[in-house]
């Protein structure tokens, strides 16, 4: 009898399982799968490998110092033929100009002035004489460097550090430095949203917890209209209000308060509003929910004992809200460092986010190296915030799981 | 218990106070944005401004007789309601399992099926264009269906999820003592009892779709235009008064959501209120 109830039980998790299985295969094809695949592009080198193979193989004995010996020579001049009749020369020197610039014109240069293969044992001279770049330490350090599969590269320029000759990891040159500017930039943007909803987010979220369940209904839907308007529309609100001659500029002239427009859209203030308008929501709702199972005996007791209002909501109050201002701060932050398309629409060139350049070295530059290692960085916040999160909504929780 | 708080020093009347008139304005900052620009849309001027010069359809008839405005709507239209459906069978088989699982792994398995929510939508957008590149599925509907599928899944589990909580699973093992086979019980007992819960997973994984650009910005073919991708480039080029109009009909659909979702809501909560 136990048995057969134990065997039974464990049909029915078994059946549970085959229930949740077709999502999480689902998934693993269109989501798990693809961020892998992202995350292995972050690390992946395979051009230079694959269009000058020879080229690799002779390097792989190269000890780095001096120049490569003669095979080296020869097999790039084999290896550079044979692109230029695939016509793939591009794609080795568009990978080869990411970590040396102009490295790109020397290979395009090479592989057209090579009428033919250079006689043996004469090909570091031949290639030497269509261009002395070839003469070059820094040439060669800079293919074998790039002669994968793996390399850190990637994920070093996207933290604006690269291996200079002697292999050690430096800065890269002030004026390529970019991305940390962007990912502190990505930062600041979304701490100061994060901070703006926070303090916007907890009296309406007070008073929405305070009020009868009626009236605060009610009040509510001043907060799901916009959680639920498009975020395309919202945008486009901001623009049509905030613009030049937009509805904002035109009032405040009307009341005679400035006498010029005032640029309010395409800078950072233009991102500050309307990205607070969107994520607001996010930080008013687990604020309420925090704020509505605050049983309001313990305050009374407070004043009962004899506390000041002021001490009482210090003392008393805070403490029991701050895990829920934590969870709405952390999730405003999650969703704030994601943010693309509202930056890219109201903000000016100085207030795009890391999302934005992600974006732009997918679709526009195709350097999907980088757009995946800034897409691997971005990614590993997120989850550090999200695992946080999850423990903070976890902790709180009293009852977890759900009624069997 | 909400209960306004005692008012007994003039320091807590005058905190009440504040917290009122704060409110207020960020209650006006909310929903001005969304209100204002809906007259501007009926506008028979060309400027985005007030007073308006009079009032015309002029810009709805734009919207209605441009093939791309269109032909966009029918693309999301179809793409959304694709993505409900694909993202309806595999979330609710999702939520129903997890309600039954007990073991250690269930706060891992949650966190992966809910992933695509916390993962920033551009991450996803370039694992997924650089993905399905190679196999064939950008440039259109299935890949852009699929996509939009794993995004509002998690939705769907958790809204299905929401309505199980409250859900006697010793109703199903009456119903299979009866005689009841799993699938006779699943429509009979278990469907009328979460069926709330399954239409505001629909809802919310339609709007999820409908909303949503990025992906669809790196993996449609000129073929899978969708609205809001039209919208986004329209306003990068020239916000013209026909984008006001698509933001009014986009704002409308989601009064419509927003009607439905509460209005199941409630009535969940007031049920629950009432046992028996």
């Not at chain 1, 040159?173 to 901070?195: G, K």
């Not at chain 1, 009296?203 to 009610?218: D, E, F, Q």
């Not at chain 2, 629909?202 to 000129?222: K, N, Q, R, W, Y």
Request: net charge positive.
């Amino acid at each position: 009898m136990k048995r057969k109830l134990k065997r039974a039980e464990r049909r029915r998790q078994f059946r549970s399982l085959a229930l949740i299985f077709p999502l999480l295969a689902f998934l693993c094809f269109a989501f798990f799968g693809p961020i892998t695949g992202m995350l292995l592009r972050s690390v992946e080198d395979l051009e230079v490998r694959r269009i000058l193979p020879n080229t690799v193989a002779a390097l792989a004995s190269w000890d780095g110092r001096d120049l490569p010996g003669e095979k080296a020579y020869a097999a790039l001049a084999g290896d550079l033929s044979v692109a230029r009749a695939n016509d793939t020369v591009a794609i080795a020197s568009k990978r080869l100009n990411y970590s040396l610039i102009g490295i790109r014109t020397v290979l395009a240069s090479t592989a057209r002035k090579l009428n033919a293969l250079p006689e043996a044992g004469r090909a570091k001279e031949v290639l030497e004489k269509i261009n002395p770049a070839w003469g070059d330490h820094a040439t060669w350090v800079t293919i074998k460097g790039a002669s994968g599969p793996f390399t850190s590269f990637y994920l070093l320029a996207a933290l604006d550090l690269t291996h200079d000759t002697d292999g050690t990891i430096v800065g890269v040159p002030e004026e390529q430095a970019i991305y940390r500017d962007v990912f502190l930039r990505t930062f600041i943007i979304s701490f100061s949203v994060t901070l703006l909803c926070m303090l916007l987010g907890f009296p309406v979220a007070y008073l929405l917890a305070a009020l009868p369940p009626n009236r605060s209904n009610l009040l509510m839907i001043f907060v799901l209209l916009p959680f639920w308007t498009s975020l395309l529309a919202r945008t486009s609100a901001w623009i049509v209000l905030l613009q030049t001659h937009g509805v904002v500029n035109d009032a405040l002239h009307w009341l005679g308060i400035i006498d010029q427009p005032v640029r309010l859209i395409y800078n950072r203030f233009g991102v500050y509003v309307a990205m607070t308008h969107i994520l607001l929501p996010f930080m008013i709702l687990p604020l309420y929910s925090n704020m509505k199972a605050i049983s309001p005996a313990y305050m009374r007791a407070a004043a009962s004992l004899g506390a000041p209002p002021a001490t009482a909501f210090r003392r008393v109050y805070l403490p029991q809200v701050l895990p829920g201002v934590g969870a709405g701060c952390l999730l405003v932050f999650i969703l704030a460092i994601g943010y693309y398309i509202t930056p890219a629409l109201v903000g000016g060139g100085g207030d795009q986010m890391i999302s934005y350049f992600i974006a732009l070295y997918t679709t526009d530059t195709a350097n999907w190296g980088l757009a995946s290692a800034l897409g691997a960085l971005l990614l590993l916040v997120t989850l550090l915030l999200g695992f946080a999160y999850g423990k903070l909504v976890l902790g709180q929780q009293v009852t977890g799981g759900m009624k069997n | 218990m909400n209960v306004v708080p005692l008012l007994r020093t003039p320091s807590e009347r005058l905190a009440w106070g504040g917290t009122i008139v704060l409110s207020t304005l960020v209650f006006v900052f909310l929903v001005v944005p969304v209100i204002a620009i809906m007259p501007l849309s009926f506008s028979s001027g060309s400027y985005l401004t007030y007073p308006l010069p009079g009032l015309s359809l002029r810009w709805y008839a734009d919207f209605l007789q441009s093939p791309r405005w269109t032909s966009s709507l029918k693309n999301s239209m179809l793409i959304g309601i694709a993505a409900t459906l694909l993202s309806m069978i595999l979330g609710t088989l999702a939520a129903l399992g997890l309600a039954q699982w007990k073991s250690r792994f269930k706060p891992l398995i949650l966190a992966l099926v809910l992933s695509p929510v916390v993962v920033p939508v551009v991450i996803t957008a370039v694992g997924l264009y650089l993905f399905f590149a190679p196999i064939g599925l950008t440039g259109n509907y299935l890949g852009l269906i699929i996509a939009h599928t794993a995004l509002a899944s998690p939705f769907v589990v958790i809204t299905v999820s929401a309505t199980l909580q409250s859900f006697d699973m010793n109703l199903v093992r009456a119903a299979s003592s009866l005689g009841a086979a799993p699938l006779y019980a699943f429509r009979r007992v278990i469907l009328p009892l979460i069926f709330p819960g399954l239409v505001s997973g629909a809802l919310f994984a339609f709007a999820t779709s409908f909303d949503e650009v990025v992906i669809v910005l790196f993996m449609s073919g000129p073929e899978q235009r969708t609205l809001p991708l039209e919208m986004f480039s329209g306003i990068r080029e020239n916000i013209s008064p026909t984008i006001t109009v698509v933001a009014v009909i986009l704002t409308a659909l989601s009064i419509l959501l927003l009607i439905v979702v509460e209005g199941l809501r409630r009535r969940n909560e007031r049920l629950k209120g009432n046992p028996g």
